[in-house]
Every structure is written in structure tokens, then in C-alpha cells.
């Protein structure tokens, strides 16, 4: 099986896993990719398999994961399984949010990579610095953005810009040097509408897909975005990004009130000892007066939150209990088709050995080897209706488990949310406290010059211009989220004539065929899935943007 070497934060060498049941690696293009070990119950894998581990596969593969989920049960046969899962190490980016106001008229990649750096790695605060988290080589793209974010997640931002503008994103673990690249990257086009690059074609008529799916819909499809921005009433700044009409028109509102329309511009200006000892104190104790009423409302809060807390265990609780029981079940289900789909694969290659057997035989007459090709294919339909029926039954009854699991997330979203939104607010009282006890530090500096030369900071206006096109940026983010879905997903062949990171890889754009479905469609491999477990590795391959998740939903909903 794939050895799998666990790191600690030091990304120092720890151990080595070599003995589990199943790993899954999920390789994702504009999004952090994720993973999931399940291995058996023992003192060595409890003690090394702690979160924040790093995981990394011994196969050249660039990115590594860290765990942030363990999980322990226990069968009805007294078999127990530890689960450990987490994300890729782009995955350390949620821990940061923009701080402050972040304005970007550039490339998407420099865009992202600036926001990493004054977020992660030279941030003002070195308390945010991320350990060991360095900018990769530039890749100069040529995609571009204008942008403003504000006390927004660092990595839903990235995510943002990087699923707009179609480039990829990773954090390379290099190993040797101890260091976390974040890269941002673009896949190669090897659709068959073009002939710089080897083309790569997908195909059940070809042999390199072994099961597909192919999804073509609307559902959440917008075309149109009205953006909102600051003003209120007929004054309020509008934008419309897109062109459609009559049937054919799919609108959405954007609000972005928040996206300020002014920018701080700094002059400085020399001032005597007097003058700037009484400007300074006036200000130092608007100041000190400022900072005792925000500690009041983080006094506030935190009552808030502990009581809500309280009333929130009682809500949240069955839920989850819920969600764990559905989703232990969909494992289960999911494992027992898997086992299905592997015996049919096993029912086909029996066959196919025993048809060659029996042709390449020298000591049955012809009349025999008619009959036993007649009892082979007796046997092989057989035995293939019985596990392609029992792979629709299982389907069957994991289709429900799905929508209640759907339900169940947005059930604990809508529980979670009064304690959400009171932790949101303690986060920014807290910030607001730094920032005043940050002024009130400088303040009381400038009391002890002789001369000061003072920075002035005064309000600027964007153009009506530049403001547009920054609201248009808005809006194309959002149209990027809610394009049409249109998908096929597949497993590959792994014997086939194309072949994994040669001959295509994630990010890649590939053309997809089937010529009983009458389906021919340039797409971009978006996901990868790689599945190992005792009887070897295979990989199901995304092509396309998926249909988004509940909580993906919900995410854009609060953008």
C-alpha cells in the first residue's frame, strides 16, 4: 500500500503509516484539496496520528494535509477503526482573515499572493506569521482583478479570486528545505481544439473510463449580477455586470454596502512641541475614552456567549449526534457499493480468463468448447445481475441518507448561527481594542518630541470609473459561483492509454466524449480523487465545475 510519512509542525520526520484500511486524497484545483485515513486502533497510530499532524504521501506528490479530525468506532463485530481527516496545507490560510482594507488593481496572482504575504508571512503583526510559509516561483498569469476585501477569511478570499480567474492553488511541501510554498498555477490545455500541447480524450469507447456520470444543470444559475454598493435610495452606486434578456436572463443582487467608494491618502506636516503636545492630548483622551466604553462591550459579549453557549449545547447536540449516525451509515453503504462495483470488475476479468481458456484449449473438440463458453456466459450474466442488483439497492438506500444529511448541515448551520454571530462580534471588539491601545501607544509618543513631523490622513474618493469596475469585480465573483453545471464524472482506467500526471493531471482541460450519449465537451479537471485500499489505487476524476454543496451555498449567501 502507499506509505504514508507523518510530519509534525516542525515538518520534521516523525513515522512512517504503511498499515490501514483505506486512504482517501481529494486533490482540488481552485479549492484546498482534503483527506481521509481510515487505519486500525493501536497505541502506535493513537499517539502518532494527533491533530495538526502533516501527512504526505511517498509518491512525489507536491501538497500534504494536516490533520484537524479524529474520530474513533467500533463495528458490531468489535472492530475498531480510527479516522483522521483534514485539509491540504492551503488549508493553514483559514486561520487568517484580511486584516484591515486590502485594494488590488492587478494580475489574480499577484492579487492572491499579496494577500497571503501581508496576511501570513510579512504581516504587520508578527504574532500572525505563519511558521515556515514562504511565496512560491511566479508564475506570471495574465488574469486580472480589481479588488477590495476587508476583515474577511484569507482563504475563502483566495479561493474567490482563484475560482473567478481560473488558476489553481497549492502549498508545496518542500521537504528537504523545510518550507511551505503557497503557488499559485494553471493547467495545461489538452483539448483537441488545440495543438500546441498532446491531446487527451476521455472516452467509454476508448477504454480509459471505467464508470461516468454526466450532469447538466441549472439549478442556482445566474447570468446577471446588480451590484449594490455604497449609498442608500435612489443615490445608492449600481452596477450591472452581464448581458441577457427575456428567458434567457438569469439576475441576482449582489449587496456590497460595505465596499467603500473612499481611500486614505497621507500627507505629513511639521509641527512645533506645543502645538502637537495639545493636539495629542485632546486626541489621547478621546482615545482612553473610546477604549473603556469597547471593553464594556467585550464585557457584554462574553456574558452573551457564555449564555448563549449553554442554550446552544442543548440545541446543537442531537444534531450532531444526527449527522455523525448518517454519516457512519453513508460510509458503510458507500464501502458496501464500492465492494459491489469491485465484484462486478472481478466477474468481468473471470470471465474474460475463462473465455480465453477455453478458446486457447487443445483438448476440447469444438462442440465442448461451444457449451463451455455457453455455461461461462450463463454464469457471468448471473453473477452480474446479482451484484449490479445489489449495487442499485445499496444506492438506493443511500440516496435518502444524502437528503437528510443535506438537512441535518443546515439544520446545525441555522443552530450555530445566534453563537456565530455573537463570536463575530467579540472578534471585532477585540480587534478594535488592539487598534485603540495601538493609537494610544503612538499617541503618547508623540508627547516626547521636540518637533514632530505629523502624518495627515485625509479622505480620497475613487473615481465613478474606478469604483465601477471594482463592483464589476464583485459581481464577476459571484457569477463565477453560480455558472452552469455541467459535468462529468468519471473513474479512470488506470491501464489505460492516458496516464496519471503525464498524460493529464488536476487543472488540466481535456476533452470528454460519448458517442452513445452524443456528448463531446472541452473541460477542466477540477477535482481528483485518489482512493487507496488493499486491492490497490484507483482515481475518480471531476471534469467541470460540480454542483455546490449546501454549505457552499450558504457561504456565497453571506459574501
Known amino acids: 500500500m502507499m506509505e504514508l510519512y507523518i510530519y509534525n509542525r516542525d515538518l520534521e520526520l516523525v513515522s512512517i503509516v504503511d498499515k490501514y484500511e483505506s486512504f482517501l486524497w481529494k486533490r482540488r484545483y481552485t479549492k484546498a484539496g482534503e483527506f481521509e485515513l481510515h487505519c486500525p486502533v493501536t497505541m502506535g497510530n493513537l499517539e502518532l496520528l494527533q491533530k495538526g499532524m502533516i501527512v504526505h504521501k511517498n509518491d512525489g506528490d507536491q501538497e500534504a494535509g494536516f490533520i484537524n479530525y479524529r474520530g474513533l468506532s467500533q463495528n458490531s463485530d468489535g472492530e475498531e477503526t480510527l479516522v483522521v481527516r483534514g485539509p491540504f496545507l492551503t488549508g493553514y490560510l483559514d486561520r487568517r482573515i484580511i486584516w484591515g482594507t486590502q485594494i488590488l488593481n492587478s494580475t489574480a496572482e499577484t492579487a492572491m499572493r499579496c494577500m497571503v504575504n501581508n496576511n501570513c508571512i510579512n504581516p504587520i503583526d508578527p504574532d500572525r506569521v505563519i511558521p515556515d510559509l514562504i511565496l512560491g516561483d511566479f508564475q506570471d498569469t495574465t488574469e486580472t482583478v480589481d479588488y477590495e476585501t476587508s476583515y474577511s477569511n484569507l482563504q475563502e478570499e483566495i479561493e474567490s479570486v482563484a475560482t473567478s480567474s481560473e488558476l489553481g492553488i497549492r502549498t508545496v511541501f518542500d521537504k528537504v528545505n523545510k518550507k511551505l510554498k503557497f503557488e499559485v498555477y494553471k493547467g495545461i490545455d489538452r483539448s483537441t481544439g488545440q495543438s500546441v500541447n498532446a491531446q487527451c480524450i476521455f472516452s467509454k469507447e476508448f477504454d480509459n473510463i471505467l464508470e461516468q456520470k454526466y450532469t447538466d444543470s441549472l439549478e442556482g444559475y445566474k447570468n446577471l449580477a446588480l451590484v449594490g454598493g455604497v449609498g442608500e435610495g435612489s443615490a445608492r452606486k449600481l452596477k450591472t455586470v452581464g448581458a441577457a434578456a427575456g428567458l434567457d436572463r438569469y439576475e441576482i443582487f449582489v449587496d456590497q454596502a460595505s465596499l467603500s467608494n473612499e481611500y486614505d491618502v497621507v500627507t505629513y506636516d511639521t509641527k512645533t512641541t506645543e502645538t502637537v503636545k495639545a493636539e495629542e492630548l485632546a486626541r489621547i483622551a478621546n482615545v482612553r475614552t473610546a477604549i473603556t466604553a469597547n471593553d464594556a462591550n467585550i464585557a457584554s459579549i462574553k456574558l452573551q456567549i ?20 448518517n454519516k457512519t451509515a453513508q460510509d458503510v453503504l458507500r464501502s458496501q457499493i464500492a465492494d459491489a462495483v469491485k465484484a462486478q470488475m472481478k ?198 465545475n460540480d454542483t455546490p454543496t449546501l454549505l457552499q451555498k450558504i457561504k456565497q449567501k453571506l459574501r
Open 347 to 544: 466477474v468481468l476479468a473471470d470471465y474474460r480468463t475463462e473465455v480465453n481458456r477455453i478458446n486457447a484449449s487443445t483438448t476440447m473438440t469444438e462442440s465442448e468448447k461451444s457449451f463451455a463458453l455457453y455455461m461461462a456466459k450463463e454464469t457471468f450474466d448471473a453473477d452480474m445481475a446479482w451484484y449490479i442488483d445489489k449495487e442499485e439497492l445499496l444506492k438506493d438506500q443511500l440516496a435518502p441518507l444524502v437528503s437528510q444529511m443535506e438537512v441535518l448541515e443546515s439544520q446545525l448551520a441555522e443552530a450555530s448561527a445566534a453563537l456565530a454571530a455573537l463570536n463575530a462580534q467579540l472578534k471585532a471588539y477585540e480587534a478594535n481594542a488592539v487598534t485603540l491601545r495601538n493609537q494610544l501607544e503612538v499617541r503618547a509618543g508623540f508627547i516626547e518630541t521636540t518637533t514632530e513631523q505629523v502624518e495627515v490622513i485625509n479622505k480620497a474618493t475613487f473615481t465613478d470609473e474606478q469604483y465601477s469596475a471594482m463592483l464589476a469585480e464583485k459581481g464577476n465573483e459571484t457569477l463565477a459561483t453560480t455558472k452552469p453545471v455541467e459535468v462529468f464524472d468519471s473513474t479512470i482506467n488506470l491501464l489505460s492509454n492516458q496516464r496519471y500526471k503525464t498524460d493529464f493531471d488536476l487543472g488540466d482541460v481535456v476533452t470528454c466524449k460519448s458517442l452513445k450519449w452524443g456528448l463531446t465537451i472541452d473541460s477542466r479537471i477540477t477535482e481528483i480523487v485518489e482512493s487507496y485500499e488493499a486491492d490497490g489505487m484507483s482515481i475518480d476524476v471531476t471534469f467541470g
Open 306 to 325: 457564555k449564555a448563549e453557549e449553554l442554550v446552544e449545547a442543548d440545541r446543537v447536540a442531537p444534531i450532531k449526534e444526527n449527522i455523525f449516525n
